[in-house]
């Protein structure tokens, strides 16, 4: 067998060189004598300090360009649906987001009321809001009534001074929901079928049914007017196995009640965390030949979605899973045939937020590859195996791009074997490898006998071949964050 450890692409022995001197900063900083490659990698790495504000890299911006950057980049964030969450018996200005700003300092009641419309046209497509209903009177706009899932609330609006002014989120369930007591809330159960059974046999057909019944949301609250948390459950398919054989056919169903969603609340009615569940094929197995057929598919639930958000309403951190198939398997001989998956989930995107609720960091994952084995001859065989990767990295100072990093997989080794094989026929029809023409030929006589000389006489050929990959770093990229223009870029694949 000859064996090819030639990599192939371009990723190269001063790329990796690159990568260790981009991981040696602090080693890069207490050395006087830099090459040029250093001094680059050590004065862009600058954009990368969480504590430090991209705008500090000399030479790159001019003072006033740097204050006038970091005023306007320290400005609060706001934040509609949040701000008003947090309203609790309070009064509340929306000068901010109205933008009031005018040559006389003094804005029309037309100007206000269309500022004031098209802030209530992005509230409502924020998260958790049902619908916003808009209170008139004499053309004016007085107020607003805001319908989240379970929880309303009313707005006045003064337009003299800009402000709203609420009592605070009520509790607004649906008149269905029963109240088991002061402080929990359930939705009327629902039915579901939990086994399904079907058997055709002869032309007769026999069908079995056997239900079930489960809570489809619980609401707990920490006052008999304050939300704490709410459950949402729903079903899934936990197996499903179909199979044939001659005039019988069989099919079979299992369902499964999960918990698909989590919201956890803080005192003040705006919400701490929302999870999300969903299911997958984990495991899914196909056998086929001349009289049989039959398929398993073994499903699971994972966590989907994590949101999670500071006291005050703004985003804290945000995660979400995907699934893939792990390992795969596939084999066809004659007249037989199989197929295997083991399936599994990994971590697909997570962000991270700053107490404003601007994006910090966003991270990227995928899956690729790890190695590939395939076998062509007799016996065609291919086997895939997969593993999840950071596909990219970025960097953001008050939620503008600073930098990413980007990865891929490359090429790292590879066998192929060719060799000429015999093949022998045995007693129920199946061909089967005996070995190369050299190994027939030293032994023929006694293969002719196990076999009674059904013997493939012509070679057949058949070949092995394996790929191996890894993860290494295509490119660095810095960004300017006024104009998210690229300011620096190093590739190394």
Do not use: C
């Given at each position: 067998?000859?064996?090819?450890t ?9 790329a990796?060189?690159?990568r260790?001197k981009a991981s ?9 004598k ?16 969480p504590?430090?504000?991209a ?12 204050k006038?950057?970091?005023?306007a980049s320290?400005?609060?964030?706001f934040n509609?649906t949040?701000m ?5 018996n309070?009064k ?6 109205l933008k ?5 300092g003094?804005?029309s009641?037309k100007k206000?009321n ?12 924020n998260l ?5 209903n ?8 007085t107020?607003?009534?805001v319908?989240?899932e379970?929880?309303k609330s009313?707005?006045k ?5 800009l402000?709203?002014s609420?009592?605070g989120?009520q509790l607004?369930l ?5 109240k088991v007591n002061?402080?929990?809330?359930r ?5 579901y ?9 002869d032309?007769?057909?026999d069908?079995?049914?056997?239900y079930g ?15 704490k948390?709410v459950v949402?459950r729903g079903t899934y398919?936990k197996?499903?196995?179909q199979s044939?054989e001659?005039?019988?056919r069989?099919?079979?169903?299992e369902r ?6 989590v919201q ?9 965390r929302?999870?999300q569940?969903?299911?997958?094929l984990?495991e899914?197995d196909e ?8 398929e398993?598919?073994t499903?699971k639930?994972y966590l ?7 006291p005050t309403g703004?985003k804290k951190s945000y ?11 596939e ?6 045939y199989s197929?295997?998956?083991d399936r599994?989930?990994?971590l697909?995107?997570e ?6 609720g601007?994006l910090?960091r966003?991270?990227?994952y995928?899956v690729?590859d790890?190695?590939i ?6 016996k ?14 970025e ?8 930098a990413?990093y980007?990865?891929?997989d490359?090429?790292?080794d590879?066998d192929?074997?060719?060799k000429n ?5 045995t007693e ?5 490898d005996?070995?190369s023409?050299r ?5 023929k006589?006694?293969?002719n006998?196990?076999?009674g000389?059904?013997?493939y006489d012509?070679?057949v050929e ?5 790929q191996?990959?890894?993860i290494?770093?295509?490119?660095v990229t810095?960004?300017d964050p ?7 870029n190093?590739?190394?694949?």
């Amino acid at each position: 067998m000859v064996k090819n450890t030639r990599k192939k692409g371009r990723f190269s022995i001063s790329a990796k060189n690159e990568r260790i001197k981009a991981s040696n900063l602090n080693r890069l900083k207490n050395n006087n004598k830099l090459d040029i490659d250093e001094k680059r990698m050590l004065s862009a790495a600058k954009a990368l300090k969480p504590t430090q504000s991209a705008y500090d890299k000399a030479g790159m911006f001019r003072d006033k360009r740097a204050k006038r950057v970091n005023k306007a980049s320290n400005a609060p964030e706001f934040n509609l649906t949040n701000m008003l969450g947090g309203m609790d018996n309070k009064k509340m200005s929306l000068a901010p987001m109205l933008k009031s700003q005018s040559p006389t300092g003094v804005l029309s009641l037309k100007k206000i009321n269309k500022n004031l419309s098209n802030f209530i046209n992005k509230l409502q497509s924020n998260l958790n809001i049902k619908n916003v209903n808009i209170n008139k009177k004499d053309n004016k706009i007085t107020g607003f009534d805001v319908n989240k899932e379970f929880q309303k609330s009313s707005f006045k609006f003064n337009p003299k001074d800009l402000t709203v002014s609420s009592k605070g989120w009520q509790l607004n369930l649906p008149k269905e929901y029963i109240k088991v007591n002061d402080k929990l809330y359930r939705a009327p159960k629902i039915k579901y079928t939990k086994e399904y059974r079907k058997k055709r046999k002869d032309g007769d057909t026999d069908r079995d049914y056997y239900y079930g019944s489960y809570t489809p949301v619980e609401v707990f609250l920490s006052e008999p007017n304050k939300l704490k948390k709410v459950v949402k459950r729903g079903t899934y398919t936990k197996v499903y196995n179909q199979s044939e054989e001659e005039d019988e056919r069989q099919r079979f169903k299992e369902r499964e009640v999960y918990n698909r969603e989590v919201q956890d609340y803080f005192d003040t009615g705006i919400m701490k965390r929302k999870q999300q569940w969903s299911n997958f094929l984990f495991e899914l197995d196909e056998d086929e030949d001349e009289d049989e057929w039959d398929e398993d598919e073994t499903y699971k639930t994972y966590l989907k979605r994590d949101i999670q958000f500071n006291p005050t309403g703004t985003k804290k951190s945000y995660k979400e899973w995907d699934d893939y198939t792990r390992e795969e398997d596939e084999e066809e001989e004659e007249d037989e045939y199989s197929y295997n998956e083991d399936r599994s989930t990994f971590l697909a995107r997570e962000e991270q937020y700053n107490p404003m609720g601007r994006l910090t960091r966003r991270k990227q994952y995928d899956v690729f590859d790890e190695e590939i084995e395939e076998e062509y001859g007799v016996k065609t065989e291919e086997e895939i195996s997969r593993r999840p990767f950071l596909e990219r990295d970025e960097f953001f100072a008050d939620g503008k791009r600073t930098a990413r990093y980007d990865y891929d997989d490359y090429l790292s080794d590879s066998d192929s074997s060719t060799k000429n094989n015999i093949i022998a026929f045995t007693e129920s029809g199946k061909a089967r490898d005996v070995g190369s023409v050299r190994w027939y030929n030293m032994n023929k006589d006694k293969i002719n006998e196990q076999y009674g000389g059904r013997i493939y006489d012509k070679p057949v050929e058949s070949d092995e071949y394996e790929q191996e990959y890894e993860i290494g770093l295509d490119s660095v990229t810095f960004y300017d964050p006024m104009t998210g223009k690229i300011i620096e870029n190093h590739d190394y694949m």
